[in-house]
């Protein structure tokens, strides 16, 4: 099914046989879970080809880092359009709350496993190591370069069909469509809507080699110490003590 694109590629790339094979069989694992019919093959290899990968394979040339750029405001775009015709009666805060927990990191990274992407992206497994968060990164860029690739080679009716099917339909399937997870954010809106100090926050530990950190940190209001949260870097231990805050703080307000 293939056999053109590389026919056409070997021109440009000196790829050998094992990744001609791989290549075939991401691209074919990745037309079948879109539900799509591929055209441009070579936009979807550059969709699967992380950076870290041509370090391996330089005959690549390219990664996704572009094709991600375009993914992400396709991205947006259609999310935006899904939620103004679903709420009609709902003003443009909650609109750009919601969006943004549609197209969050982890939503996409989920999102990226439910078409297989997990399977099919090309990397240097010397770049991550045992990195959770670095993977639901890379995985999360994938899926926007590929959708990226979709609205290239097919446009923004099939595109949109994609992010349905991929990532809002299990949203609204499971509920958690509308569940808040910005603590940080939550927390700083309760400080202001309370008028008091806004939230300060300490990294109180830092333990683990380069590749698989734990961070520790605290947050205070005003001297008070109302959270404690660990996580993989620095953002997640911060929501997760702010999670913790607004456990602490709201019971009593």
């Known amino acids: ?3 053109k694109i590389f026919n056409r590629l070997s021109k440009k790339y000196s790829a050998d046989k094992d990744l001609n094979s791989t290549l075939t069989d991401n691209l074919s694992a990745l037309q079948k879970s879109l539900g799509i019919k591929i055209k441009d093959h070579s936009i979807y290899i550059k969709a699967l080809t992380h950076s870290s990968f041509l370090d391996i394979h330089p005959e690549l040339q390219k990664s996704n880092e572009r094709l991600e750029f375009l993914g992400d405001s396709v991205l947006s775009m259609i999310v935006g359009k899904y939620l103004f015709k679903k ?37 240097n497994q010397k770049y991550l190591r045992d990195s959770i968060e ?25 595109t949109e069909k994609v992010v349905s099917h991929s990532l809002i339909k299990p949203r609204e399937k499971d509920e958690t469509i509308l569940i808040d997870t ?39 209001i005003g001297e008070e110490l109302v959270g404690l949260g660990t996580g993989k870097n620095k953002k997640s231990a911060e929501q997760e ?12 307000s």
């Open 182 to 220: 910005n603590y940080k954010g939550q927390l700083l809106e309760f400080c202001h809507s309370k008028k008091i100090s806004v939230p300060r926050y300490v990294v109180k530990n830092e333990d683990g080699p380069p590749h698989n950190k734990k961070f520790t940190i605290e947050v205070y």
């Open 134 to 158: 670095g993977k639901q990164t890379i995985l999360s860029d994938a899926f926007e370069a590929v959708i990226g690739a979709v609205y290239l080679d097919l446009g923004i009716r099939e």
């Open 87 to 123: 709420y009609p009666l709902e003003e443009e805060g909650f609109l750009t709350k919601t969006r943004s927990m549609l197209v969050n990191r982890e939503s996409l990274a989920n999102a990226a496993e439910q078409i297989g992407l997990h399977k099919s992206l090309l990397y």
């Open 1 to 3: 099914m293939f056999r």
């Open 241 to 252: 003590a702010s999670k913790y805050a607004l456990q602490k703080l709201k019971p009593s």
